[in-house]
Each structure stands twice: as structure tokens, then as C-alpha cells.
């Protein structure tokens, strides 16, 4: 007996939702699968997941989820971290969460009446829909962190034969936070991306910061930034705040430098901004030198030219080292392709691969300028790890 497809695939922020359809597995993945989570560790086709015959009882609908070889796994069980299906796949039952990669964003397998899916849309307001994921963020983040952190650490064993970086733990992003909020910021001034429209195409504050002449970063005179318009409200500055904090555990587990200290941020920006100018200046202009229409092909060869392994990358040569040449100029650009692969926790191989890092380049860098946006106008009320602590 074919099972309805009364089961809705929720995403734990309230944001989308995903209704399952019977005859068939559904893809999970990027673009134009079936169900599109949009996180980089996700690979191209993931997982898929399909209704699975009744149980024993015959009432209780079950779907099978299988992991589709993806680079960074699938998770699933009853707690929201959950443990990695296996090859065979795993079965999940109402109530039972899914997640994959590295994504904090946390499914969870729930039965909703056909005719109560649009009702039950319209009828949640947006102070319910805030309410409900401060209190699953509470339960959730410290297990999702947990697990996550455990993760990294043994793919980094795996791939490079010693112990990970340890991740910075609730208190030290806590510290990190603080220490960002207390710093000049007249340095991100210096370039376009750092503020402006930036800020405005992400940040749900729309202020922008004056210019003024650039003072030196850690120097004892902090000049004070003006605000254009009229000042937000505390509502708005929490509002950002609750987003800011939400995001931060996207941009943490995305990047593999850790970022445990406000020399950490530093160092961790500038790696942003050499990487943005290595994908959409330095690259582009080799592969024209080398008659290359495909930055990969140039990439590839750039990786293969270097003497460091690159971890999760298939690094294959698709350039004869004639080809690129020598000299210090493809030093620099063979340094610069490593950098970016220790960069970002995503693989990077061809020219699609190229343009996603390009975009967690973009993000990541539009988040700090956000993040130092909200600090200038208001002091955050609450950390990701005080609500964390809340929590235990």
C-alpha cells in the first residue's frame, strides 16, 4: 500500500519546508535537486530520501535516508546532532532529525494534515516563529556544536596524519565576540566591501558608517564612526544581534582557521579579501595567459605545482608544469591557491567548485562587516554562548 504523503521535511529555523512525495526517492543537494540546501559543505547530490513501507504496527510512516557518497556525510537520529548514516542508509521515523554536511540547519521529520499545510503557514506569526527557534537554538547548538567539532577533528586526523586545531569552544567565541566589539573600526574602511552596500544587501539594519581617514588598528585613540539617518532602535539592534549570532556558527564552521582571538579575526579577514582577490582577479588573468576558457584547468595545475597536499581535494594536473612556467609570479599564485583550500572547508576542484568559494568568500566577508556594523551601533545582549549556557 503506497504511503500519502502527508510528511513535511521542516527546516528547524522556520525558514522553508519541504513536503515528501511518494513514488520515488526525493535528491537532496544544491541546485536543481529535489530539496536544496543551500550550505557549501553540501555536496552536489547528497542524500536522498524516500518513503519506506509501513512498520510492523502499519501506522507509523517511516522514510529511508541514504547518503549518496557526499564529502562531509549526513546525519540523522533522534537527538539533533545525530550520528552518520551508514552506507546502507538509515530510517527515520516522526519526530527523528536530519542534517548534513556541515550545515547548522537541522530537519526535522514531522506529519502535517494536507489541508492544514497553508493554515498553519498563515497562522504563525513572526514573534511565534522567533520564539520557537530561540528555544531550539537553546537545545540544539551546544549538541550540533559538539558533534560538528568531533567531525572536523577526525577528518583532519584522517587527511593530514595529526591531531585537528581544536575549534573555539563556547567561551572563546564568547571572548572573541568581546574582543571584536572593543576594537577600531576605522580599518574596514579601507575597501568597498567592508561596509556600504554590503552591509546593506545582508544586514536587516540599513546604516551605513561615514567615511573618515583610517587610523591604525590598535593604537589608543579610537575615533568614534557617525551614523547616516536616524539611529536604530534597541529592538532592531537585538533583532540583528539574534541574526548575527545565528550566522556565526555558519561562518565558524565553514572556515578551518580557528577563530579563538581578535588576532584570529584579523588574520582571518585578510585571508578573506587575498582569497576574493585570487578567484576574481589573479586566477582569471592566468588562465588568459595560458589560453585556458576554464579557471579549474589553471587551479588544478596551480595545486599540483605546490609542495603541500591538498586535504579533500583530488588535485589533479590538467597543466603541464611547462605550461605555467616559473618565476616568482606563479610562486605567489601557487601560494595563493593553497591558501585558499586551507581557507575554506569546501572542495574546490573545478570552475563550479571555484564560483562557490567565491560565494562563501562574499558571505563570510559581508558577515564581518555586519558583525562590526552592529557592534558600533549597540552592545550585544546576549552571546551565542551565554544563550548556550542557558541551555545546560
Request: glycine share 8%.
Given at each position: ?328 609570479e606563479v610562486s605567489k599564485l601557487v ?36 558583525l562590526e556594523l552592529c557592534a558600533k ?16
Amino acid at each position: 500500500m503506497d504511503v500519502e504523503p502527508e510528511l513535511q521535511l521542516r527546516i528547524r529555523s522556520f525558514q522553508d519546508a519541504f513536503i515528501l512525495r511518494s513514488g520515488g526517492p526525493m535528491l537532496i543537494g544544491r541546485k536543481d535537486c529535489d530539496i536544496e540546501v543551500k550550505h557549501p559543505s553540501v555536496s552536489a547530490r547528497h542524500a536522498s530520501i524516500e518513503f519506506a513501507p509501513l512498520a510492523e504496527d502499519g501506522l507509523s510512516p517511516q522514510v529511508l535516508v541514504t547518503d549518496l557518497s557526499s564529502t562531509n556525510g549526513t546525519f540523522a537520529g533522534e537527538q539533533p546532532a545525530g550520528t552518520r548514516v551508514p552506507p546502507e542508509g538509515a530510517r527515520l521515523v516522526i519526530g527523528n532529525y536530519l542534517r548534513f554536511g556541515f550545515c547548522p540547519f537541522i530537519y526535522r521529520l514531522e506529519a502535517v494534515p494536507r489541508a492544514g499545510l497553508e493554515t498553519e503557514a498563515a497562522s504563525s506569526s513572526r514573534a511565534e516563529r522567533r520564539q520557537q527557534q530561540l528555544q531550539f537554538a537553546e537545545t540544539s547548538y551546544l549538541g550540533w556544536l559538539t558533534q560538528v567539532r568531533e567531525e572536523y577533528a577526525a577528518r583532519d586526523k584522517a587527511e593530514v596524519g595529526a591531531p585537528a586545531s581544536p575549534s573555539p569552544s563556547l567561551q572563546e567565541l564568547e571572548a572573541t565576540c568581546t574582543a571584536f566589539l572593543q576594537r577600531p573600526l576605522s580599518r574596514s574602511l579601507a575597501g568597498p566591501a567592508r561596509c556600504g552596500s554590503a552591509v546593506s544587501r545582508s544586514s536587516g539594519l540599513s546604516y551605513t558608517l561615514a567615511p573618515r581617514p583610517a587610523t591604525i588598528a590598535g593604537t589608543s585613540e579610537v575615533q568614534v564612526d557617525t551614523l547616516d539617518g536616524v539611529e536604530p532602535s534597541q529592538a532592531e539592534i537585538e533583532e540583528e544581534v539574534e541574526r548575527l549570532a545565528g550566522r556565526s556558527w555558519e561562518v565558524c564552521s565553514i572556515l578551518r582557521p580557528p577563530l579563538s582571538s581578535a588576532a584570529d579575526l584579523e588574520a582571518v579577514e585578510g585571508q578573506i579579501q587575498e582569497g576574493l582577490t585570487f578567484i576574481t582577479e589573479s586566477l582569471p588573468r592566468l588562465a588568459a595567459e595560458l589560453g585556458q576558457a576554464m579557471l579549474g584547468a589553471s587551479f588544478q595545475g596551480l595545486l599540483a605545482r605546490g609542495a603541500v597536499s591538498a586535504p579533500g581535494h583530488a588535485g589533479r594536473e590538467r597543466l603541464s608544469s611547462d605550461a605555467l612556467g616559473a618565476g616568482s609570479e606563479v610562486s605567489k599564485l601557487v601560494l595563493a591557491a593553497e591558501q585558499l583550500i586551507g581557507l575554506l572547508r569546501v572542495k574546490i576542484e573545478d570552475d563550479a567548485d571555484l564560483a562557490l568559494a567565491r560565494t562563501v568568500l562574499e558571505d563570510s566577508s559581508r558577515f564581518f562587516a555586519d558583525l562590526e556594523l552592529c557592534a558600533k551601533l549597540g552592545a550585544p545582549r546576549a552571546m551565542p554562548s551565554q544563550r548556550g549556557e542557558r541551555a545546560r
